[in-house]
C-alpha cells in the first residue's frame, strides 16, 4: 500500500529552477482558461471566477470569495469521486466530460510537488490538500484529508506548495484542493504538478512549512553544543557524527578537528514565524556530545554536511560566566525572601538520553546580576537520576524528564536583589528576582488572560490592545438550544444536526469563557470563579478594584471578584426559569476557521444536567457570600 506523506515549504516565484531537477507532470496559469478545472459553483454566498488579468498587473487568475465564513475550493477531481455533494464550491475536472481524464501516476521512490501562485484579502488561510490512491485502485489507508494553510492575509503573491513522498509503493494523485477556509478572497494562478526523480523530503509529515534555517546556536556544557533548526530537515543524517566537525585555532585539542562521540536529536511542535500552520511544524534540536571538553575564552568552529542547511559552518565563542545554559533552571519570575528556594541543574538530548553533568556537579554560585560577585556558594545534589522511571502507582514520585535532575538548594539565602545561578563549565541560568512582590507580574497577566477568553465582550483601548468586536450574541448568530446533555452519546447528534435535538427554547447563550481555540464554554469553567473567590477570601486587602483594568474596574468590587462574576452570570443566563436546572454549556458544533468575533458557525446550547446545576449553584453560594460582605 502507497504510504504518501504530504510535507511541504515555501519556493521562490515563477520560473524558479527546484533542485533536483523536477519534471513538470501539469501547469496551468489560467491565461487560456481553467484547464483541467471546471467551474461548479453551488449557494449564494461563495462565488468564485476567473477574473480579468488587468485587475492584477497582467496576472489572469481564479477568484475565490466567500463572506460568511465557509469553506470555499478550487478543485481538480479525477473521476472516482461522484458522491453526492462533493462538488459544492468549486472547480472540478470530471474525466467523464470529455477532458483529458486522466490522473496523475506516482512512482515509488520519487517525490511530487503540488504548486500554486497564491494572493489572499482578510482570509483566514488558504491551504492545499492533495489525496493519494495506490496502484491497485484503493485509497491510501490512512491518508488524511488535511489542509495546510498559510499566513493570513499575504496580501503579495507568493508560493503555497505541499509535497508528496512515495515511500512504499506506485499511486495516482487523484485530487487537489486549493481552499479558502474562513471568510475572504483569495486568487490563485500557476497550479504545478512536478516530479522529482529522488526522495528528497525525509520528513514525514503534512502541511506548509518555512524553508529550513538554523535558529539558535548554544553549549549546554563544555561537553555539549546544542543547535536549533526550523523546517524540513534532513534528521536522519543530522543525527550521524560523521556529518559535523569542531575545530579550533585557539584549542590544540580541536586543532585537527573533532566530531562527536555520539549526536543525539530532539523534536518539539514549533510555530517560528507567526503564522498560520494546521500542519505540524516541527523545531529540531541536534545535539553534539564531544569526547574532549571546550575551554572557557576560546573559539571554535562547528562545521556541518549534508543536513540540509546552507549554512556549512559557523563560529562560537564559550564563556562559561555568560553562557546562558538551558541545563540551569530557576524559577524565572524568582522566590520570596522567606520561601525555600532551589534552581535545578539537568538535561535531555533526546535520542542521546541524559546529559551526563556528573563532572560539573561539584560546586554552584549565586551571583548579584549588578555587581557580578557571588553572594553563596553550594554544592548540586543529585535529587533524582533519570531511570528512576514513572510507573501507575508512582507517578508523583517518576523521573518525567529524562535527566540527571541535580538539585540546588540556596534557601538560606533572603537579600532581596536581581540575582542568576552560576555552574562552572556548564554556564549562568537567566536573571530572577527575591522579592515580596515577585508574584504580581504573573497573578496581573494570568488575569487579564481571563478577559480576552471572554466570549460575547467587545475589547478595545483603554481595556486591550488587542481589538475584538463582540462575538457570538444573536441575532447575528443563530443559537440552538438542545436536549442533549453534554458528555452523553447523543453527542453526535449535535455534530450531524439531527433536527430531533432543538427544542423551542430561545436563549442569549453569549458569556463564560471560551476554552482553548473551539470557543466552548463548559461545565468545567465554573471552576474559574471557584478558584478567584477563594483567592479573594483567603487575602482580602491584596485584591483591591482597579487592580486589573477591566470594563468593570470602579464600581466599587474588587476586580477579582467581577472577574468571578462573568462565568456565574452565564450560568445563570443558562438557567432554567421554571425548574432551576442549568444548560451544561454552550458552543460551536464545527470546525472553528475564523476568530471568534468572525464565527458564524450556529451555536448549540446543551440540555439541563446535574453536575453542571450543582457546580453553578456552589459556585453562586460563593459569590453571594463575598458580595454580602462587600455590602452588595
Same mark, same amino acid.
Given at each position: 500500500m502507497l504510504a504518501a506523506l504530504l510535507c511541504a515549504g515555501a519556493v521562490g516565484g515563477p520560473g524558479a529552477t527546484d533542485a533536483g531537477g523536477a519534471r513538470t507532470l501539469y501547469s496551468c496559469d489560467f491565461e487560456q482558461g481553467t484547464g483541467i478545472f471546471t467551474l461548479?459553483?453551488?449557494?449564494?454566498?461563495?462565488?468564485?471566477?476567473?477574473?480579468? @488579468?488587468?485587475? =492584477?498587473?497582467?496576472?489572469?487568475?481564479?477568484?475565490?470569495?466567500?463572506?460568511?465564513?465557509? $469553506?470555499?475550493?478550487?478543485?481538480?477531481?479525477?473521476?472516482?469521486?461522484?458522491?453526492?455533494? /462533493?462538488?459544492?464550491? +468549486?472547480?472540478?475536472h470530471w474525466a467523464r466530460d470529455g477532458r483529458s481524464g486522466r490522473s496523475f501516476e506516482l512512482r515509488q521512490g520519487h517525490t511530487y510537488e503540488v504548486r500554486a501562485y497564491v494572493r489572499t484579502e482578510e482570509a483566514h488561510g488558504l491551504g492545499i490538500r492533495a489525496t493519494v490512491w495506490a496502484a491497485e485502485g484503493l485509497p491510501v489507508r490512512g491518508q488524511p484529508e488535511r489542509y495546510s494553510p498559510i499566513v493570513r492575509g499575504t496580501r503579495d503573491w507568493g508560493w503555497l506548495s505541499a509535497r508528496i513522498a512515495c515511500t512504499s509503493g506506485d499511486g495516482e494523485l487523484a485530487e487537489i484542493t486549493i481552499a479558502l477556509l474562513g471568510r475572504g478572497t483569495a486568487w490563485v494562478d500557476d497550479v504545478h504538478v512536478l516530479e522529482y526523480e529522488e526522495e528528497d523530503s525525509p520528513s514525514i509529515n503534512y502541511g506548509v512549512y518555512p524553508p529550513v534555517r538554523l535558529e539558535d546556536v548554544r553549549v549546554e556544557t563544555a561537553s555539549c553544543i546544542a543547535l536549533e533548526f526550523i523546517?524540513?530537515?534532513? %534528521?536522519?543524517?543530522?543525527?550521524?557524527?560523521?556529518?559535523?566537525l569542531v575545530e579550533s585555532d585557539e584549542d590544540a585539542a580541536f586543532a585537527d578537528g573533532l566530531r562527536p562521540e555520539k549526536v543525539g536529536r530532539m523534536k518539539v511542535l514549533d510555530n517560528p514565524d507567526g503564522k498560520l500552520y494546521w500542519a505540524d511544524t516541527y523545531r529540531h534540536t541536534i545535539f553534539l556530545?564531544?569526547?574532549?571538553?571546550?575551554?572557557?575564552?576560546?573559539?571554535?568552529? *562547528?562545521?556541518?554536511?549534508?543536513?540540509? *542547511?546552507?549554512?556549512?559552518?559557523?563560529?562560537?565563542?564559550? $564563556?562559561?560566566?555568560?553562557?546562558? !545554559?538551558?541545563?540551569?533552571?530557576a524559577n524565572q519570575y524568582g522566590y520570596l525572601p522567606d520561601a525555600l528556594k532551589y534552581a535545578y541543574l539537568g538535561g535531555w538530548l533526546g535520542s542521546a538520553g541524559p546529559l551526563a553533568l556528573g563532572a560539573y556537579a561539584d560546586e554552584f554560585h549565586v551571583v548579584d546580576a549588578a555587581t557580578g560577585q557571588v553572594v553563596f556558594s553550594g554544592k548540586p545534589e543529585?535529587?533524582?537520576s533519570h531511570d528512576r =522511571?514513572?510507573?501507575?502507582?508512582?507517578?508523583?514520585?517518576?523521573?518525567?524528564?529524562?535527566?540527571?535532575?541535580?538539585?540546588?538548594?540556596?534557601?538560606?539565602? +533572603?537579600?532581596? #536583589?536581581?540575582?542568576?545561578?552560576? *555552574?562552572?563549565?556548564?554556564?549562568?541560568?537567566?536573571? &530572577? /528576582?527575591?522579592? !515580596? $512582590?515577585? %508574584?504580581?507580574?504573573? &497573578?496581573?497577566?494570568?488575569?487579564? @488572560?481571563?478577559?480576552?477568553q471572554r466570549c460575547g465582550i467587545e475589547l478595545k483601548e483603554p481595556w486591550s490592545k488587542f481589538p475584538r468586536a463582540a462575538c457570538h450574541r444573536s441575532p447575528g448568530?443563530?443559537?440552538? @438550544?438542545?436536549?442533549?446533555? =453534554?458528555? !452523553?452519546?447523543?453527542?453526535?447528534?449535535?455534530?450531524?444536526? $439531527?433536527?430531533?435535538?432543538?427544542?423551542?427554547?430561545?436563549?442569549?447563550?453569549?458569556?463564560?469563557?471560551?476554552? +482553548?481555540?473551539?470557543?466552548?464554554?463548559?461545565?468545567?469553567h465554573y471552576r474559574i470563579p471557584a478558584s478567584l473567590l477563594i483567592l479573594y477570601e483567603m487575602f482580602p486587602t491584596a485584591f483591591p478594584d482597579r487592580q486589573l483594568g477591566l470594563p468593570e474596574s470602579g464600581d466599587g468590587l474588587p476586580d477579582i471578584v467581577d472577574e @468571578?462574576?462573568?462565568?456565574?452570570?452565564?450560568?445563570?443566563?443558562?438557567?432554567?426559569?421554571?425548574?432551576?436546572?442549568?444548560?451544561?454549556?454552550?458552543?460551536?458544533n464545527a470546525v472553528v476557521t475564523a476568530p471568534p468575533d468572525l464565527d458564524a458557525n450556529p451555536?448549540?446550547?446543551? #440540555?439541563?444536567?446535574?453536575?453542571?446545576s450543582l457546580s453553578l449553584a456552589g459556585v453562586a453560594a460563593q459569590a453571594a457570600r463575598v458580595l454580602e460582605g462587600l455590602g452588595r
Open positions: 461548479v459553483a453551488k449557494g449564494e454566498a461563495f462565488a468564485a471566477s476567473l477574473d480579468d @488579468a488587468s485587475a =492584477h498587473g497582467g496576472r489572469q487568475s481564479v477568484r475565490l470569495f466567500d463572506p460568511g465564513g465557509a $469553506d470555499a475550493d478550487l478543485t481538480w477531481r479525477h473521476e472516482w469521486d461522484d458522491r453526492p455533494g /462533493r462538488d459544492r464550491g +468549486a472547480f472540478v523546517g524540513d530537515l534532513h %534528521y536522519l543524517k543530522a543525527e550521524e557524527p560523521e556529518n559535523w556530545v564531544l569526547p574532549r571538553a571546550l575551554q572557557s575564552g576560546k573559539r571554535y568552529r *562547528v562545521v556541518m554536511t549534508n543536513v540540509g *542547511v546552507e549554512r556549512g559552518e559557523f563560529e562560537i565563542l564559550f $564563556d562559561d560566566r555568560a553562557n546562558l !545554559s538551558r541545563s540551569i533552571k543529585l535529587r533524582m =522511571h514513572e510507573s501507575l502507582s508512582t507517578s508523583a514520585l517518576g523521573n518525567l524528564t529524562g535527566e540527571d535532575t541535580y538539585e540546588l538548594d540556596f534557601s538560606r539565602f +533572603a537579600t532581596p #536583589g536581581t540575582y542568576f545561578v552560576f *555552574v562552572p563549565g556548564v554556564g549562568r541560568s537567566l536573571p &530572577f /528576582r527575591i522579592a !515580596s $512582590d515577585v %508574584y504580581a507580574e504573573p &497573578f496581573y497577566h494570568c488575569a487579564r @488572560a481571563l478577559l480576552h448568530v443563530q443559537i440552538n @438550544a438542545t436536549i442533549v446533555e =453534554h458528555g !452523553s452519546e447523543d453527542q453526535d447528534r449535535l455534530v450531524e444536526e $439531527d433536527p430531533g435535538i432543538k427544542t423551542e427554547t430561545r436563549l442569549d447563550a453569549w458569556g463564560g469563557y471560551h476554552d +482553548a481555540a473551539d470557543y466552548d464554554r463548559l461545565v468545567g @468571578a462574576l462573568w462565568q456565574v452570570e452565564f450560568g445563570i443566563r443558562m438557567q432554567d426559569p421554571q425548574d432551576g436546572g442549568v444548560r451544561g454549556g454552550a458552543g460551536p451555536i448549540y446550547v446543551y #440540555g439541563e444536567d446535574p453536575i453542571t
